[in-house]
């Protein structure tokens, strides 16, 4: 059966270009830490090669994905899961008392409560990581663009299907099918892009400089929030988390937001690879740093460094700059690798 990887639907990814990413790693590497693994498009292609993967995000609805995608081999939702996780009575719980009218309709936040409620019941923290996937999926495709950082008018004006179709000649139905029905029509999909590569593969949740001296691999894979883009990821899936832990959340330090200390962030990473004995770093023409000085930095403490450069379309809320976009990914030997063999 010929993997693939499902529809994640994560802001930045890289599912098109992660085949050229995976490419470009040296040939005697054999395993890779995905430090900013996100949607999961870098480590799954790293799977599907044979890699043993490690992959690490701050956000739990990522290390989630990763949970469910990566880390875990074998195990899908049957018949009986799929009927746990999507019957019983819709209740008032954690999402209702917080974020009806302002993500979702009450209605649908009781639904969210139960789903919530059910994921507890099921048999393995593996079926339990499919399923977060799942219904974060349902709450993206109910969202209109796809992140949690739009007010609650809009998002009532934008799932008027009459609106839409007067506006934009859509009406975009998908937004007012129930949970359930979006869980229902992905499942399959879900299901089939899980597999075994033979290795044992690791999903972890961690600020990225608690990681950096207690993991080792071939390879760092870099692919951190592009300073100067749109790059909230807190304000984006936040909600995910507190939908997963019935709390709600801090926005977390250490994010690649703010412009006035991105460089010294950048060099506080890359001083603090000795870990690794190459570091991959994807970037892009139109963030901060820029090439040079990301170079620059990478000179202090390397010297093996190869740049190479692919036009990348991303698509943010439907916009696009198919011309102007170049994706950078910076390859860098360490001159002073020595493996420790650690995975503490
Ligand atoms: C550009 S996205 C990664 C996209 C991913 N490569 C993909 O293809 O889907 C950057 C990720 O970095 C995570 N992140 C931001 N700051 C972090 C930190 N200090 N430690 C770990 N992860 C962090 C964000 O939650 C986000 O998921």
């Given at each position: 059966?010929?993997?693939?990887?499902?529809?994640?639907?994560?802001?930045?990814?890289?599912?098109?270009?992660?085949?050229?990413?995976?490419?470009?790693?040296?040939?005697?590497?054999?395993?890779?830490?995905?430090?900013?693994?996100?949607?999961?498009?870098?480590?799954?292609?790293?799977?599907?090669?044979?890699?043993?993967?490690?992959?690490?995000?701050?956000?739990?609805?990522?290390?989630?994905?990763?949970?469910?995608?990566?880390?875990?081999?074998?195990?899908?939702l049957?018949?009986?899961?799929i009927?746990?996780?999507?019957?019983?009575?819709?209740?008032?719980?954690?999402m209702?008392?917080?974020?009806?009218?302002?993500?979702?309709?009450?209605?649908?936040?009781?639904?969210l409560?139960?789903?919530?409620?059910?994921?507890?019941?099921?048999?393995?923290?593996?079926?339990?990581?499919?399923?977060?996937?799942?219904?974060?999926?349902?709450?993206?495709?109910?969202?209109p663009?796809?992140?949690?950082?739009?007010n609650?008018?809009?998002?009532?004006?934008?799932?008027?299907?009459?609106?839409?179709?007067?506006?934009?000649?859509?009406?975009?139905?998908?937004?007012?099918?129930?949970?359930?029905?979006?869980?229902?029509?992905?499942?399959?999909?879900?299901?089939?892009?899980?597999?075994?590569?033979?290795?044992?593969?690791?999903?972890?949740?961690?600020?990225?400089?608690?990681?950096?001296?207690?993991?080792?691999?071939?390879?760092?894979?870099?692919?951190p929030?592009?300073?100067?883009?749109?790059?909230?990821?807190?304000?984006?899936?936040?909600?995910?988390?507190?939908?997963?832990?019935?709390?709600?959340?801090?926005?977390?330090?250490?994010?690649f937001?703010?412009?006035?200390?991105?460089y010294?962030?950048?060099?506080k990473?890359?001083?603090?690879?000795?870990?690794f004995?190459?570091?991959?770093l994807?970037?892009?023409?139109?963030?901060?740093?820029?090439?040079?000085?990301?170079?620059?930095?990478?000179?202090?403490?390397?010297?093996?460094?190869?740049?190479?450069?692919?036009?990348?379309?991303?698509?943010?809320?439907?916009?696009?700059?198919?011309?102007?976009?170049?994706?950078y990914?910076?390859?860098?030997k360490n001159?002073?690798?020595?493996?420790?063999?650690?995975?503490?």
């Open positions: 059966m010929i993997r693939k990887f499902p529809t994640i639907n994560f802001i930045g990814n890289k599912e098109k270009i992660s085949s050229w990413i995976c490419d470009n790693f040296p040939k005697d590497a054999f395993s890779v830490f995905d430090a900013f693994s996100g949607g999961c498009s870098v480590s799954y292609e790293a799977k599907l090669r044979g890699f043993t993967v490690i992959s690490n995000d701050i956000l739990k609805i990522n290390s989630t994905i990763s949970h469910y995608l990566i880390e875990n081999n074998t195990e899908i049957d018949f009986e899961d009927k746990n996780l999507t019957s019983g009575i819709p209740f008032e719980g954690f209702t008392q917080n974020y009806a009218d302002k993500f979702f309709f009450k209605s649908e936040c009781m639904e409560d139960l789903f919530r409620n059910n994921i507890e019941k099921l048999s393995s923290d593996f079926k339990k990581s499919i399923s977060f996937s799942l219904i974060r999926r349902a709450m993206i495709r109910k969202m663009y796809s992140r949690f950082n739009i609650w008018d809009k998002i009532v004006q934008l799932r008027d299907e009459d609106f839409s179709y007067e506006k934009y000649k859509r009406k975009r139905a998908y937004h007012n099918k129930s949970f359930k029905s979006h869980v229902l029509d992905n499942v399959l999909e879900y299901n089939n892009a899980v597999f075994d590569n033979k290795k044992l593969n690791l999903s972890l949740n961690e600020d990225i400089f608690l990681l950096l001296n207690r993991v080792e691999a071939d390879i760092i894979y870099l692919d929030p592009y300073a100067g883009t749109m790059n909230n990821y807190f304000d984006f899936y936040g909600l995910f988390d507190a939908f997963i832990t019935s709390e709600k959340q801090n926005p977390f330090e250490n994010n937001m703010d412009k006035k200390s991105i010294q962030l950048f060099d990473l890359i001083s603090n690879l000795q870990n004995k190459y570091w991959i994807s970037y892009n023409n139109s963030s901060i740093p820029n090439k040079e000085q990301l170079l620059e930095l990478f000179q202090k403490y390397a010297f093996d460094i190869q740049l190479i450069e692919k036009k990348h379309d991303y698509k943010i809320t439907g916009k696009s700059n198919k011309e102007t976009n170049l994706e990914l910076f390859i860098v001159p002073n690798f020595i493996s420790k063999n650690i995975l503490k």
